[in-house]
């Protein structure tokens, strides 16, 4: 039962982190109920309800509502939980600590990870996407990858950025191949990335919450839209699905919202 749902996740180009996740999710269904029902599938949710956070809860049911897809049970998908949407961004690291990040690693000659952040707030790649990038999309100027439910996204590398990487590729004479490698020659993982840019934080005195992969895809979204207020376009290169789903970049840091608040508000 699991091999075929493995397999029709990577048939609809799903990515590893998903499977792994929706595999999980299964997994931990299966272990509470023998069969798949609808009383089961109701009782399920409940327990999730109890157990999890609303975030955590529709993720275990999207991964049943894709399970019961794959065996033609749609009928039978799971309402998701409504999670309350905070009035701002959390953990979103600003650009004044984006900037002195860049030259703090650039200063202490760590250009493979001044690339990894250049690479993540410019192009708006999740770190799944990051680890695919080789040196023939760098030359070509875009990635396309397929994304969940098979549609095409492509990845625009922005020409500044194209050219200092080619750059530093040129200087370390690699002509093909994956860019983000570590030190063994095979693709970093995302856990490496994470880890090491929690040990950078520290050490230049960044708040270490703000410093996580995904913080510099939420920079990307923000700095694009101070610059063009076209969410349409940009729900289409952060590969959103809903339009819904890019509204949250509108919402201001709580930063943000504590110096507007100290500086308009004198009575």
Same mark, same amino acid.
């Given at each position: 039962?699991? *091999?075929?749902?493995?397999?029709?996740?990577?048939?609809?180009?799903?990515?590893?982190?998903?499977?792994?996740?929706?595999?999980?999710?299964?997994?931990?269904?299966?272990?509470?109920?023998?069969?798949?029902?609808?009383?089961?599938?109701?009782?399920?949710?409940?327990?999730?309800?109890?157990?999890?956070?609303?975030?955590?809860?529709?993720?275990?049911?999207?991964?049943?509502?894709?399970? &019961?897809?794959?065996?033609?049970?749609?009928?039978?998908?799971?309402?998701?939980?409504?999670?309350?949407?905070?009035?701002?961004?959390?953990?979103?690291?600003?650009?004044?600590?984006?900037?002195?990040?860049?030259?703090?690693?650039?200063?202490?000659?760590?250009?493979?990870?001044?690339?990894?952040?250049?690479?993540?707030?410019?192009?708006?790649?999740?770190?799944?996407?990051?680890?695919?990038?080789?040196?023939?999309?760098?030359?070509?100027?875009?990635?396309? &990858?397929?994304? *969940?439910?098979? *549609? &095409?996204?492509?990845?625009?590398?922005?020409?500044?950025?194209?050219?200092?990487?080619?750059?530093?590729?040129?200087?370390?004479?690699?002509?093909?191949?994956?860019?983000?490698?570590?030190?063994?020659?095979?693709?970093?993982?995302?856990?490496?990335?994470?880890?090491?840019?929690?040990?950078?934080?520290?050490?230049?005195?960044?708040?270490? *919450?703000?410093?996580?992969?995904?913080?510099?895809?939420?920079?990307?979204?923000?700095?694009?839209?101070?610059?063009?207020?076209?969410?349409?376009?940009?729900?289409? &290169?952060?590969?959103?699905?809903?339009?819904?789903?890019?509204?949250?970049?509108?919402?201001?840091?709580?930063?943000?919202?504590?110096?507007?608040?100290?500086?308009?508000?004198?009575?």
């Amino acid at each position: 039962m699991l *091999k075929e749902f493995e397999k029709y996740q990577r048939d609809t180009n799903l990515s590893e982190n998903t499977i792994s996740s929706y595999l999980f999710a299964v997994k931990q269904y299966k272990a509470r109920y023998d069969v798949f029902t609808k009383k089961n599938l109701r009782t399920y949710k409940v327990w999730l309800i109890e157990n999890y956070k609303p975030k955590t809860v529709n993720l275990r049911l999207r991964a049943i509502n894709c399970y &019961l897809e794959s065996i033609k049970k749609s009928e039978w998908k799971i309402p998701f939980v409504r999670v309350q949407q905070k009035a701002f961004l959390e953990n979103v690291i600003s650009e004044a600590d984006y900037t002195y990040f860049k030259q703090s690693l650039k200063r202490d000659n760590e250009i493979f990870w001044y690339f990894v952040i250049r690479f993540l707030a410019a192009t708006g790649a999740r770190i799944s996407e990051l680890i695919q990038i080789k040196v023939e999309h760098v030359k070509l100027g875009h990635i396309d &990858l397929y994304s *969940k439910g098979g *549609k &095409l996204r492509r990845i625009y590398i922005p020409k500044a950025l194209q050219t200092e990487a080619f750059s530093w590729l040129n200087n370390k004479q690699q002509l093909t191949g994956f860019i983000f490698l570590n030190k063994f020659g095979i693709r970093i993982t995302t856990r490496g990335i994470s880890g090491q840019l929690k040990k950078f934080a520290i050490k230049y005195g960044i708040n270490p *919450k703000v410093v996580y992969p995904h913080s510099f895809r939420h920079r990307f979204a923000k700095s694009f839209l101070a610059k063009c207020n076209d969410i349409s376009f940009l729900a289409d &290169l952060m590969g959103h699905e809903s339009i819904e789903t890019t509204r949250i970049y509108l919402r201001k840091t709580s930063t943000e919202q504590r110096e507007i608040v100290d500086t308009i508000i004198d009575w």
